[in-house]
């Protein structure tokens, strides 16, 4: 069940043409400078500095409760971390110059080393989270450490494209692209083929190769087999390329990306218990009310601090895998199932993925709504100067819908579980599938069970 | 999602739903989640009394953090900082407070609102101002509890909406 | 347009706008800062550095402009011995305030608002400097150069000051008006309330009036006598300095048991120069009726010496002073006058 957007009338122009796509690039990179220079140079005080407020409200915000979810990958194709290097690759800010063989691959600055075999896969950037993650209290809360790092993103991207092809920031390195990727398996948009027998007799590959229209796939992604959203980054380059036209977007439905058994991985699946493991750890230390949590979390480098640090990583690296390992097992002795545990076990991973969207919806909720109205003076104040450059700079703070956000959070995390439930049920039914209905039920429940213990946590935690 | 429909093969020893099971299943589903979710609690059997709450602020949270009071309590709130200024936000009640070291702020309302509520420091205290939580439960949480039932109903629903293949050797 | 000019279009199009942007932000501050001509005086607390810049400096009658704004928690500016109101200073925004001085003279500008344990010490100096011949002494000046009067009168303010008898209930000023007692005008003079303490009035009282009056009685003429020298806007202003300044440490009910009260036994002597000590309790009679007025005035001028208690010379005017010690009486006398 796929719809053609590219059938509605401007679609195909505005993503074909490069200046819709640069223009909200630079825009998000003016946004990007001037939230480090805010971070770096603006006031102390994270709830009135632009960096915090629009970074960890707005932006934030703005991903997971609209991008991710409907979008995939969207925020990709105009995230403004990669874009200078990439600029410095290619030698070009809009289409190739056109002189040269090379073309496709431009003519700018890069070594343009293949990135090292060993580390094609998500384990660096399941890393980079958890380690942005044990600083998060002081991330958060500190303009100027959000800056620092904000900086450090910037120039790691652009050195990695001075000294790698194509985008291996953002497809090996980057902490936030390694979830949205996980989660874009759930949108209900998605770049492919229309017919992919076409590919298979079309031999110039100009959608992976480049040509004088565009650039090869800068996720090192070959559109012609593309079955997943995962490392599609939807920068649009192959529909420029492709001479048939025959690269698209599709409408589909939410989470159609989770139907196909083939393509699972072990580092894909522990992306999903982190994401899970660090949800449930905010939700504790941020919006609980134990502040000894709270300053555990803040005071970096003290026992107490190494103590909350150990706990998050067994957590996320040791417990959740363990416990769902356990479910796993019990489901196979079940179904009295011949197939080994690993693929098991990676295959019914794969449930936590909605769960985790959801849980995420669920946090963010409280968060953002509680914390929006910073943003008004941070627009007229971004750097606590005493500005006032459209008039909101004194509004006062106040939580946004707080009578409503309790019930939406449980219509979030009732939602995910539902939606857990049901893909649990159908992986049981692929691990299985000579087993009966019965059996694949019983071979599901133990990771059902988990998914709804974990649901009654969150609601613990965020509605309680 | 896969179009398969099931039908009753003599070869399968699966008892799987057939479309009509499913959708009665899916409507009694509905019914009771519905029920679940919009009936009215039963009201508090407690007498409202009046209670006296010491709260106090420091960097960054309260004591006590988590407050328990009964429907139509007559609730006056003592509110000390510890260490610097500090405000009170409560939440579904739209209730402001702050406090300095020294000059104990008051303020009493009548719990009419049931439910469990947090409440947050308004004054920029530190860095970590916006975690500074707490919570006030007035009643018992009937969010709570009724999300707890939703959840067994949505594990059911989630298992009624996949519809299964049937199994690949016996078509 | 060729692919060549909206290359260069595009180039210039992000190095405008991203480099401009940058540009205009430090040009944007730039531009405040000398129409302006305020830069930012920034607070924190005490223990990150308080005011920074701590000196300021400043003309007779060229006004000051100061941009103030809170690196932290929330602070409050106001200047020492003068009647200009106190203003919050809000972190992460800018308050603006504008200082006209009539006088030249050595200036302290203080925190207002509680900000931790050590509050007290975030203080700063502005120098103002004005035309040498019409130099008038600055009320700051005039408080150091006219003595207080522990001073003149020679006490000893670190000496004990125990009151040898007690009052078995809180002696109340208007059970005395209703006695119909003609005190003696000496009693009722300012000065003399000042210099002695009310467990001395007491004796003097006892030996010179009848003995038809009970002990109680006495003590209840001792508390007219304090509020004869006093009034109730006196006992107001002394109630909301109190409020502001020494309810967190001395107590809101005077009882020494301020919400700071525990902190303070845990200072470092490096960190205070001298050894803290529990802050005093207003509500103890023993300690409270053998003290006088001044010797109560004395302590809050001049400070503990490394004990905990701040020293309020350079901040209060010297009615103000009188103002508290009149308050601090409340917590052993009743009154009327009830603030």
């Known amino acids: 069940m796929r719809y053609d957007l590219t059938r509605l009338p401007l679609l195909k122009p505005l993503l074909r043409s490069r200046w819709p796509q640069l223009l909200f690039q630079i825009m998000a990179l003016g946004g990007f400078v001037f939230a480090i220079l805010a971070g770096l140079v603006g006031t102390p005080v994270g709830n009135h500095n632009f960096s915090i407020v629009f970074v960890w409200i707005a932006w934030w915000a703005l991903l997971m409760l609209i991008a991710v979810p409907l979008f995939g990958r969207g925020w990709c194709s105009i995230c403004p971390i990669p874009v200078p290097g990439e600029w410095l690759q290619r030698g070009a800010v809009l289409k190739p110059s056109g002189r040269g063989p090379s073309a496709g691959s431009g003519r700018g600055l890069s070594w343009g080393r293949r990135w090292p075999n060993r580390l094609r896969n998500l384990w660096l950037q399941n890393g980079a989270f958890a380690l942005v993650a044990l600083f998060s209290a002081v991330v958060l809360t500190q303009p100027r450490v959000t800056g620092i790092m904000l900086a450090a993103f910037l120039f790691i991207a652009v050195g990695t494209s001075l000294i790698f092809e194509r985008r291996a920031f953002c497809r090996y390195l980057c902490p936030v692209g390694g979830f949205i990727g996980l989660y874009s398996q759930l949108a209900p948009v998605e770049v492919r083929v229309k017919d992919p027998a076409l590919c298979v007799t079309h031999t110039p590959k100009t959608c992976y190769l480049g040509s004088d229209d565009g650039y090869g796939c800068p996720w090192q992604v070959f559109p012609g087999r593309l079955m997943k959203n995962t490392y599609c980054g939807m920068c649009g380059e192959c529909l420029r390329t492709c001479p048939y036209d025959n690269v698209t977007v599709n409408l589909r439905p939410f989470g159609a990306d989770l139907q196909h058994p083939t393509g699972r991985r072990l580092d894909e699946a522990f992306k999903a218990f982190i994401l899970l493991g660090s949800v449930l750890a905010y939700s504790a230390v941020m919006l609980g009310p134990w502040g000894a949590l709270k300053s555990a979390a803040y005071a970096v480098g003290t026992a107490a601090w190494l103590g909350y640090a150990l706990t998050f990583l067994i957590l996320i690296f040791g417990l959740l895998p363990g416990l769902f390992w356990i479910a796993v097992r019990a489901g196979r002795v079940f179904a009295r199932s011949n197939t080994p545990t690993r693929q098991t076990f990676i295959a019914f991973a794969y449930a936590l993925i909605p769960l985790g969207l959801a849980a995420w919806i669920a946090f963010s909720l409280a968060f953002v709504f509680a914390n929006l109205s910073y943003l008004w003076p941070a627009l007229s104040d971004p750097f606590g100067w005493g500005w006032n450059l459209f008039g909101t700079a004194s509004m006062a703070w106040t939580p946004y819908l707080t009578r409503v956000i309790p019930a939406l959070q449980t219509l979030a995390l009732l939602g995910g579980l539902m939606w857990a439930s049901a893909t649990a049920h159908q992986i049981a039914g692929e691990q299985s599938p000579s087993v009966g209905h019965a059996s694949g039920l019983s071979q599901s429940l133990p990771v059902i069970l988990f998914c709804l213990l974990v649901t009654l946590a969150l609601l613990g935690l965020l509605v309680g | ?171 | 347009m060729t692919a060549k000019s909206a290359e260069r279009a595009a180039r210039l199009l992000v190095i405008g706008l991203v480099a401009g942007l940058a540009l205009a932000v430090f040009a944007g501050r730039w531009v405040v800062e000398t129409r302006h001509g305020a830069s930012l005086l920034h607070a924190r607390i005490a223990e990150a550095g308080g005011w920074t810049p701590g000196d300021l400096s400043a003309t007779v009658g060229k006004p000051l402009h100061l941009r103030l704004t809170s690196d932290d928690v929330m602070h409050g500016f106001a200047v020492g011995q003068t009647d200009w109101p106190a203003v919050d200073v809000l972190p992460g925004k800018a308050t603006d305030v504008t200082l006209t001085f009539d006088r030249p003279g050595t200036y302290t500008f203080y925190c207002t608002r509680w900000c931790g344990l050590n509050h007290w010490r975030m203080r700063g100096t502005i120098e103002v400097r004005g035309p040498v011949e019409d130099r008038l002494q600055t009320a700051a000046e005039l408080a150091t150069t006219t003595p207080p009067s522990y001073v003149t009168l020679g006490l000893d303010i670190d000496a004990p000051h125990l009151a040898a008898v007690i009052p078995a209930r809180k002696p109340s000023a208007a059970r005395a008006a209703n006695l119909g007692v003609t005190m003696p005008a000496a009693y009722l003079t300012r000065d003399d309330y000042r210099a002695h303490s009310p467990a001395k009035i007491w004796q003097s009282l006892r030996t010179e009036m009848p003995g038809k009056w009970t002990d109680a009685e006495v003590w209840d003429l001792v508390a007219f006598v304090w509020q004869s020298n006093t009034s109730p806007e006196a006992l107001a202003e002394g109630k909301a300095l109190y409020a502001s300044n020494c309810a967190a440490c001395h107590g809101e009910t005077g009882a020494g048991d301020g919400v700071m009260a525990a902190a303070l036994g845990q200072q470092s002597h490096a960190e205070t120069g001298g050894d803290t000590k529990a802050p005093v309790a207003f509500t103890d009679a023993t300690s409270m009726l053998g003290a006088s007025p001044a010797l109560l005035q004395g302590k809050i001028i001049r400070g503990g010496m490394g004990t905990g208690m701040p020293y309020w010379g350079p901040i209060f005017t010297e009615a103000q002073t009188w103002a508290l010690v009149d308050y601090l009486w409340t917590f052993q006398f009743e009154t009327e006058y009830a603030p």
Request: proline residues 8%; charged residues 15%; contains cysteine.
């Open chain 2, 1 to 171: 999602m896969r179009n398969i429909l099931l039908k009753d093969a003599p070869q399968t020893r699966a008892i799987s739903p057939t479309l009509a099971t499913r959708r009665t299943s899916l409507i009694w589903l509905a019914l009771a989640a519905l029920t679940i979710a919009f009936l009215p609690a039963p009201a508090s059997v407690a007498a409202p009394t009046d209670r006296h709450i010491h709260l106090e602020a420091s960097r960054f949270a309260y004591a006590p953090a988590v407050i328990a009071v009964s429907p139509g309590d007559r609730v006056t709130i003592e509110f000390k900082a510890a260490d610097v200024v500090h405000g009170l936000y409560l939440d579904g009640y739209s209730l402001n407070l702050t406090a300095e070291p020294g000059q104990t702020a008051r303020l009493t309302f009548v719990a009419d609102r049931p439910g469990t509520f947090r409440f947050r420091c308004s004054v920029t205290c530190g860095p970590l101002h916006p975690f500074m939580i707490g919570k006030l439960s007035v009643g018992p949480n009937w969010l709570l509890y009724r999300a707890i039932g939703l959840s067994l109903l949505s594990v059911i629903a989630g298992l009624l909406l996949i519809k299964r293949p049937a199994p690949r050797d016996t078509l």
